[in-house]
């Protein structure tokens, strides 16, 4: 069972996942000294609307005729778009931003896992499955949570759940040609329901000026550029080829969590020990670089054994 590489996928689409990954680090490092509750609704306001507005000069109108088939997808990434508005900033604030990324990255490495499984007597299944169990066992390495914080590993988990059903949604979206509408309306969508939580369970008193300093560009960072730059990388790789690159967020969140608290712009303890750690990222940088390589097996796709390559 050979290895071939394919660097022209990574080329075209791996680019723009390694650019929305470094863009949400900083952005979800930027809520780390606020109350995920009451930064999650600006947030997600400031990022919808910057995205919908982007649209806009892009040609690109979001409040077009949709049907009922896209509304259904609109709606269902709106709610989960809410969901980790909010559970991945008290995850970070529980946790820190490299243990929630690489707990996150089960949801990346779940995303086309019965593509895969159905080519799993496949050279390229194989290998596939094979490098997705390494990446999990660099994040289980990588994520050592404390005791008493299980309500962040909860929401790190729902978390890995939402960016699952993100990237799924998208994937469904552009057989519309219409994910780059439809991410739009669904994050401004999303916004609704966190401002109607926050103003239940806070009052009017909880918004600051620091809160929409932070909020205003964190929600630019961890929603328009990642949106924008997952579905250019979706144009030109597969679903499952996107997650697996997403899973490069485990090493770029925990980098960018240590350079945050060295320059003292993070709060939270982002310390890393050379193991395991450190080992982990590793492990799950190489891996995946290599798993996001495999050449697709062409559909009359043979038997491991007699095909090395799965070409």
Not at 159 to 179: D, F, I, P, R, W
């Amino acid at each position: 069972m050979s290895f071939v590489p394919d660097l022209r996928r990574w080329f075209s689409g791996g680019k723009f996942i390694l650019v929305s990954m470094v863009s949400s680090a900083i952005g979800y490092g930027i809520t780390t000294g606020h109350k995920a509750l009451e930064v999650a609704a600006p947030m997600q306001a400031a990022g919808g609307l910057a995205l919908c507005l982007a649209m806009f000069l892009a040609g690109l109108n979001p409040f077009r005729r949709y049907s009922l088939v896209m509304w259904g997808w609109i709606i269902l990434l709106a709610a989960g778009n809410a969901t980790v508005a909010y559970t991945y900033p008290y995850a970070v604030e529980h946790l820190t931003v490299g243990t929630v990324a690489a707990v996150v990255v089960i949801g990346y490495l779940s995303v086309g896992l019965r593509t895969i499984w159905n080519l799993r007597a496949t050279a390229y299944g194989l290998q596939h499955l094979c490098g997705r169990l390494l990446v999990l066992g660099g994040v289980v390495m990588l994520n050592r949570p404390s005791p008493g914080e299980s309500m962040g590993m909860v929401c790190a988990l729902i978390s890995a759940g939402c960016v699952y059903n993100t990237l799924t949604v998208l994937g469904q979206m552009k057989k519309h040609g219409l994910e780059y509408q439809g991410a739009a309306l669904a994050n401004l969508i999303a916004a609704l329901p966190l401002f109607v939580v926050v103003f239940k369970l806070q009052g009017s008193g909880w918004m600051s000026g620091d809160l929409l300093l932070a909020a205003g560009p964190a929600g630019l960072l961890t929603l328009m550029l990642p949106v924008w730059f997952t579905n250019a990388a979706l144009r030109r790789c597969s679903r499952h080829d996107v997650g697996i690159m997403q899973s490069f967020s485990s090493p770029v969140h925990a980098l960018v969590g240590l350079a945050g608290a060295a320059l003292g712009w993070i709060d939270s303890d982002q310390r890393l020990a050379l193991f395991p750690e450190w080992a982990g990222i590793i492990l799950i940088s190489v891996t995946a670089f290599g798993v996001s390589l495999l050449k697709e097996p062409a559909t009359d796709a043979v038997r491991v054994g007699t095909q090395p390559s799965g070409a």
